[in-house]
């Protein structure tokens, strides 16, 4: 893969220069404070743009029901706009894919658990959207 298609790895060396967690990734429970109730920010594990839309790709290591409030989220956020969401349960290291979820204009697919899926599912339903989002443009966007 080349940087002319998007190719974008983590350049970090954990062995040369330590935890990239403890070193680069914000402190974000100290803003914990500047919201009501048990609401922070949460991490973005992968965001991608085309013509206006979004997807949103949240990476889960175990096949666990979302936390309400990441529920909440995905499904107000993706009903608010050009914004879906795709949740991958599976091996980070590895990249072995177990299962899939989406959210889109506000409901989930499946609407409980994940569907079964692999790496190779996934890249198809991300080339998928990308093919409709190129095709789809928000409205409101210069061309």
Known sequence: MSEACGYNPLRWDCAAQGCFNLKRRPKIELFAECFPGRINFGDVDGIV????????????????????????????????GPVAVMIVVGNAETMLVDGTSIFDRGLRYPPHGYE????????????????????????????
């Open 49 to 80: 743009e085309i013509g206006g839309n979004a997807l949103l790709m949240e990476w889960k290591s175990e096949a666990r029901e979302l936390p309400a409030g990441q529920r909440l989220l995905y499904q107000r956020l993706s009903r608010s």
């Open 116 to 143: 079964p899926a692999d790496l190779a599912c996934i890249k198809r339903r991300l080339a998928a959207w990308s093919e409709w989002a190129e095709r789809h443009p928000a409205i409101g966007l210069p061309r």
